[in-house]
């Protein structure tokens, strides 16, 4: 049998505490899938006498990360801290300057500094393994970069935090605002104290980034990415949705253009007879589209310590599996310096089908100017649908139109005029109608 892979865990969190666990408890089955034992022989954390439900203590000990990527005797650096920079980014480079590989759950780190860390993984002939950074248990970097060779990818999509997902399900299925929705993902701990990483879409645009890269060989361009959260979804747009046949959902969608690639992190909505409808709570989603293989569907668990866990494991197995003087295919499945600059695509030239939710003054001539302006930005109107906008509002009503495909530009011009019109007694509610099969 090979030597024993020595691994070394930064942050011992939930997740790093998690990954301990199956390392342990799985020893047996893990020696049999790999050929050699998985051994933990170096941790790195805030506090030593944290029980954390594993026994540690014929571990080494460091409290800088940095000092065990480089110090201790490890074959593996495994990155769980958290954070764009600081301990996180000086652990990852040193472990791999030191000729070390690593696996690395931070989406963030990657979103940032991915493509110089892969230069400097791929220059010392090491692994750089992150199937945990991009939605949780789902297998998606695996399948992307090793098991579609030969495909051109066209579009990827899909739903990526499980906090927003759980938001959205709880509101359509409870007919519970967002306020209530986010209190319970709180207490429940599926979101943060301060959820507004997950909520405003962050979280989700720094997993599109590492997507993109993947799918269409540029370099990540996080700051790139066209946003917005779902603070803003109401009730009233969780009703509308469903009487016309959709459902709500945060996706981010990544998408070759005629101008560049776009990339995009909204609310959409998709049909409710879609397969990425279906998906509910905090599971995540992603969708593949190609040429040759069509398209693909990969669901599961998207968070938390196992779902994470089992993917750190995962890539810590692929590394004890590989064999020495292998020469390992490129982090982002092309070799980092072949990366082409990000080209981005204008967001306002977007075109597909919206749903635009106007609470406008009950009078004589309104619904005519909506029409108008509408006409003269040449936006046909699948249907139009006229609410009451509650005994409690007085004198107004909730106009919702559903348009054909058009473009952002013309979306935005038509609302921009028809708020300069007086006419809105609320902000205008603008969602996009997303192809889903």
Known sequence: ???????????????????????ADKAAELTRQCGRDLVVTAVSARSRGRDRGVDLGKAQWFDDPAELARKADIDVFVELI??????????????????????????????????ALAEIAEKKGVLLN???????????????????????VTRVFGILNGTCNYILTRMEAEGLSFDACLKEAQRLGYAEADPTFDI?????????????????????????????????????????????????????????TESGIEQRVHPTMVPTSSVIAQVHGVTNAVAIETDILGELLLSGPGAGGNATA?????????????????????????????????KKAQMRSHAGGYFIRLTVHDRIGVFAAIAKRMADNEI??????????????????????????????????????????????????????ERAE
Do not use: C
């Open 1 to 23: 049998m090979a030597e024993a892979l020595r691994v070394g865990i930064a942050g011992l969190g939930t997740v790093g505490a998690s990954v301990a666990r199956v390392l």
């Open 82 to 115: 958290g954070g764009e920079d600081g301990p996180a980014l000086e652990g990852v480079k040193a472990a791999l300057e030191a000729g070390r590989h690593v696996v690395t759950a931070n989406k963030a780190l990657l979103a940032r500094h991915g493509v």
């Open 130 to 152: 992150y199937e945990a950074a991009v939605a949780g248990g789902i297998p998606v970097i695996k399948t992307m970069r090793e098991a579609m060779a030969g495909n051109s």
């Open 200 to 256: 405003e879409g962050h979280d989700t645009a720094h997993k599109l980034s590492i997507l993109t890269s993947l799918a269409f060989g540029s370099r990540i361009a996080a700051d790139d990415i066209y946003l917005e959260g779902i603070s803003n979804i109401t009730q009233a747009d969780i009703r509308a949705a469903g009487e016309l046949g959709y459902r709500i959902k945060l996706l981010g969608v990544a998408q070759k």
């Open 310 to 342: 089992s993917a750190v494991v995962g890539d810590i197995a692929d590394i004890a599996k590989s064999r020495p003087g292998f020469q390992h295919g490129p982090v982002f499945g092309r070799p980092a310096r072949e990366l082409r600059p990000y």
């Open 380 to 433: 046909s109107l699948e249907s139009i649908v006229q609410h009451s906008a509650g005994p409690e509002a007085g004198s107004q009503k909730t106009v919702v139109l559903v348009t054909h495909e058009t473009t952002e530009a013309a979306v935005r011009k038509a609302v921009e005029g028809i708020t300069k019109d007086g006419h809105l007694t609320d902000k205008p509610q603008v969602i996009r109608i």
